[in-house]
């Protein structure tokens, strides 16, 4: 079955700190993975996926396919930062995407 | 530009009422889909098309239905609202194989 857990409801990072958001996943082929944000009262946005291989907002992401992890990660937490945080998976065989359940990041000033 | 609109974007009803919101993008997208977000479960999967007259079941689909006459809009219909579908409802589109496009949601509170 394919799931994505975020282990973390809350993550509470001081500004400047690094930021590290898990991911983990559970699919049998070659998922696709991403992180989607979503700041206060706005709609979900894409912050990246793993085949762009980008750096978004100064956050990577690598998949690992060896602990199926997909963890997002910030060297240096802005406050704009805060928001809530989704992983998610889309299996090779159709376009649906399976969210987790999502990790709010407040940075602290 | 092209984008993805919900309306309304807030709406009250009362308990067995029958309750329709309106998803429309002007992308083009042959993939639409319905989703609800709750504390402590984040986004389910209600609804889903891959193109006209194609609809099928996500995750949570019990109490609620969609048609898909046009490439434009996919509304969802409540058919007798209940309490427990208070919540703030999303639509996304995309084209195959390709990253979901959110609208803004709408926010349902039934009574």
């Known amino acids: 079955a394919q799931r994505v857990t975020q282990p973390e409801k809350l993550l509470s990072v001081f500004k400047g700190a690094p930021v590290e958001l898990k991911c983990n996943y559970s699919?049998?082929?070659?998922?696709?993975l991403f992180w989607y944000v979503q700041y206060s009262r706005q709609r979900l946005q894409l912050l990246l996926r793993?085949?762009s291989r980008e750096s978004i907002k100064g956050f990577t992401a690598d998949l690992n396919k060896g602990e199926t992890s997909f963890h997002l990660k910030k060297p240096f937490a802005q406050e704009e930062d805060s928001a809530m945080y989704y992983c998610?998976?889309?299996?090779?065989?159709?376009?649906?995407?399976?969210f987790g359940k999502g990790t709010r990041l407040h940075i602290l000033p | 530009d092209a984008e993805i609109t919900q309306s309304p974007r807030h709406k009250i009803t009362e308990t067995g009422r029958q309750v329709t919101l309106a998803c429309h993008q002007t992308?083009?997208?042959?993939?639409m889909f319905w989703y609800r977000q709750d504390l402590g479960h984040g986004l389910r999967l209600i609804h889903y098309?891959?193109?006209?007259?194609?609809?099928n079941k996500g995750e949570v689909s019990d109490g609620y239905s969609v048609s898909r006459s046009n490439t434009e809009d996919l509304p969802l219909t409540l058919e007798s609202a209940a309490s427990s579908q208070t919540s703030v409802y999303f639509c996304?589109?995309?084209?195959?194989?390709?990253?979901?496009?959110f609208g803004p949601g709408t926010r349902l509170l039934v009574l």
């Open positions: 996304a589109s995309s084209e195959s194989k390709e990253t979901q496009y």
């Open positions: 699919y049998s082929g070659s998922p696709e």
């Open positions: 793993h085949i």
């Open positions: 998610a998976l889309m299996a090779n065989r159709d376009d649906k995407i399976i």
């Open positions: 992308w083009n997208h042959n993939n």
């Open positions: 098309s891959y193109g006209v007259h194609d609809t």
